[in-house]
């Protein structure tokens, strides 16, 4: 009887290990579909949050940390980090987008294009 419990043993496991792959894969699957999505949401996500704070802090006149609460809730995923010498934001949503906002003189605070922020990495 003992013997017949360890045979089963080993199939209950390699049953585990199907179904685990078989989940590992469905996820993978659904990640890879909704890849583009997530992107766009992230990269909208990090416009938003460069262009707000850029704006309470350069037009508002607030510290960084008191801007940060001006933010929609569901933007905790977004860093922010300041640039004081340019007067720009950087926003960035980690492996998925990257934005900045600089304060324009008589402009406000702007998104800069994707070629003014490669030219100050």
Excluded: F, N
Aim: charged content about 25%.
């Amino acid at each position: 009887m003992a013997t017949g419990k360890m045979g089963a043993m080993p199939g209950r496991h390699g049953r585990l290990k199907w179904v685990a792959l078989a989940l590992l894969a469905i996820a993978l699957a659904a990640l890879a579909w909704y890849w583009p999505a997530l992107r766009a949401y992230s990269q909208t996500g990090a416009a938003y949050s460069a262009r707000v704070v850029c704006s309470c802090r350069y037009i508002g006149g607030r510290e960084l940390g008191d801007c940060e609460k001006d933010l929609e809730p569901g933007m905790e995923v977004v860093s922010l980090s300041e640039a004081a010498d340019a007067k720009r934001i950087d926003a960035t949503v980690p492996l998925m987008a990257a934005e900045s906002a600089e304060y324009r003189e008589g402009w406000g605070c702007v998104l800069m294009t994707p070629k003014e922020r490669e030219a100050i990495r």
